[in-house]
């Protein structure tokens, strides 16, 4: 009797200490069939989006090759606005950096009977030198770059598409997430991971470059999925930061009625000069009857955006009186994690060796999609071929 309770208790114990065993294979057959299926399902959309992404990460550079500029110092900023709406209708609205180097200043033009468009100018001569449409419907238009930035970040379809992508962004980090957990090789078989002569049938090849490849680009791949949904759901995030978590929301003029005469924008940015004396300017808005003011955005050194800055000072069109700053390396804890977003998804946090990071890890998102579908219909076939037999 004594021995059949021993017996009992040890089978007990046996099937005790299989039931861990068991309960983990159940949770690596359903986070396989997740990461398959979230592939499967959105691993094109994925792919797009890492595709237009890795565009995006020179795409200034390329643009700015194509123009050529006359050296030497900068006309007067209300100039080149005069000069920009000679040829164009409606109210000019923004003058700007177009790129890094500040040789090509921008303005931003809209009207009611057109999208908003920007005139592009020689800083040093005046010169026009082109037009970039801010929401062109084809890519063969005026702007291709900005029609792939807004692929890459609505899909051409507004605020969905925002929220789409944010959601997409999400679902990523999970997909990340498992890739992870079922790819993490045991401590003794890294190198295996990641050596290509060890794969020797077409499935295995396909497999090995998809984990390698994972696992390789999988801590950037978080950090984009993470600050594209920042980006994505900036709206909702912000206003929920602003009620629980102290952010500084950007000063809003009063609407109210344009004085009879205003300070100009060269003596708008003198004034926003004097307030934050190391910043650099990046661009302003110009005063209308919605906002008469000059909101003029600067960088200052310490910034994470590395040419056009966050920092924003607000100065009265009639008067010259400044009416907010905002420092943007010295803001609410909240402000610098959102402000954060974009630099970092885009690489320039980290200067060139983030841009080409970004730019590879972008690319890796097609190249995971057609490895993993690639594997899987290879090891149907083999499947459907066995059964056949």
């Known amino acids: 009797m004594r021995t059949s309770r021993n017996s009992i208790s040890a089978s007990g114990g046996l099937k005790r200490m299989h039931r861990p065993w068991r309960a983990s294979q159940r949770t690596k057959r359903v986070v396989v069939l997740l990461h398959l299926w979230f592939g499967l399902t959105l691993g ?111 899909l051409l379809l507004g605020d969905r598409g925002e929220w789409l992508l944010g959601t997409s962004g999400l679902v990523l980090l999970t997909m990340a997430g498992s890739g992870i957990w079922l790819g993490w090789p045991r401590r003794s078989q890294w190198r295996a991971a990641f050596t290509a002569r060890r794969w020797r049938t ?29 980006m994505d759901f900036g709206k909702p995030l912000r206003t929920w930061a602003e009620r629980n978590a102290d952010y500084q929301p950007p000063y809003k003029p009063k609407p109210g009625p344009m004085p009879e005469r205003t300070i100009g924008a060269d003596r708008a940015l003198s004034l ?40 924003l000072v607000t100065i009265e069109a009639g008067s010259g009186r400044v009416l907010a700053i905002y420092d943007a390396t010295n803001g609410p804890l909240a402000n610098r994690i959102l402000d954060s977003a974009f630099p970092v998804h885009s690489g320039e946090v980290a200067r060139l060796p983030g841009r080409i990071l970004v730019l ?30």
Not at 360 to 374: A, D, H, K, N, W
């Open 44 to 154: 094109a959309l994925w792919a797009v989006q890492g595709f237009t992404g890795a565009m995006l990460v020179f795409h200034r550079d390329f643009d700015r090759a194509r123009l050529t500029t006359t050296p030497g110092p900068p006309r007067p900023l209300d100039e080149l606005v005069a000069t920009a709406a000679r040829g164009q209708s409606g109210e000019p609205e923004a003058i700007g950096l177009y790129y890094p180097d500040g040789s090509i200043l921008g303005v931003t033009f809209g009207d009611a009977a057109t999208s908003k468009r920007t005139v592009l100018m020689d800083a040093a001569s005046g010169r026009i030198l082109g037009l970039r449409e801010r929401t062109p419907v084809r890519p063969d238009g005026e702007n291709f770059w900005r029609w792939v930035y807004n692929l890459h970040h609505s």
């Open 202 to 230: 077409r499935v295995q090849k396909l497999f090995g470059w998809h984990r390698a490849m994972g696992l390789a680009c999988a801590a950037v791949l978080v950090l984009l999925a993470v600050s594209g949904a920042m």
């Open 272 to 311: 926003a000069m004097q307030a934050l004396p190391d910043a650099a300017f990046t661009s302003s808005s110009l005063p209308s009857a919605k906002s008469p003011a000059y909101q003029l955005r600067l960088r200052r050194p310490g910034e994470w955006r590395t040419w056009s800055g966050t920092s």
């Open 360 to 389: 590879l890890t972008g690319l890796s998102l097609p190249t995971l999609y057609l490895t993993g579908i690639g594997a899987w219909l290879r090891r149907r076939r083999r499947a459907r071929g066995k059964d056949a037999i």
